[in-house]
């Protein structure tokens, strides 16, 4: 049986590859500034990409080894403000990005096939296979990208979550 996360986790180290040279030409300064005061600043939005790589990576392990869970869905812009990115240096965050990023595709290369239908429940969401979750969680990252670097990323999944 083919693994269903090979894939996903191929598109992820790729993305990772591209996106960490575009990362590391933005600097300090420009990336602590927020848009407006009700948008997240640079840090924020990749601060914002550390804490779902968090999120998915317990989600990923967990789910595999036990079966079928129910995962809290999380307050991001709690998290955000209270983790205070903006006064965080850009490339220490890019390089636990890029790091934690490569980590969780070689998580997904690991995984058992048919982990892949495990059924997870997060927060108010409805109901999701491993497999989605996966998807979704590249896709995420790739939106957020986006926003940091311009429209470079295409989602071959959709952001659903």
């Not at 914002?48 to 129910?70: C, I, K, M, P, Y």
């Not at 636990?96 to 998580?107: G, T, V």
């Not at 995984?111 to 409805?126: E, F, K, Q, R, S």
């Amino acid at each position: 049986m083919t693994n269903p996360f090979s894939p996903i986790a191929s598109d992820l180290g790729r993305t990772v590859a591209q996106a960490k040279p575009m990362l590391a030409r933005l600097n300090n300064a420009d990336t602590s500034v927020r848009p407006s005061p009700k948008k997240w600043s640079k840090k924020e939005i990749l601060g914002h990409l550390l804490d779902s790589a968090a999120n998915n990576h317990q989600r990923f392990v967990r789910a595999a080894l036990q079966g079928e869970l129910t995962f809290p869905g999380y307050e991001q812009d709690k998290l955000v403000d209270l983790q205070n990115f903006r006064e965080m240096d850009w490339d220490f965050l890019v390089e636990l990005w890029a790091s934690y990023n490569r980590f969780i595709a070689h998580i997904l290369t690991v995984l058992p096939a048919d982990a892949a239908t495990i059924t997870c429940h997060i927060g108010n969401n409805a109901p999701a296979t491993l497999e989605f979750i996966a998807e979704d969680y590249v896709a995420h990252l790739k939106h957020h990208l986006n926003q940091i670097v311009g429209k470079q990323f295409e989602t071959n999944y959709g952001v659903k979550m």
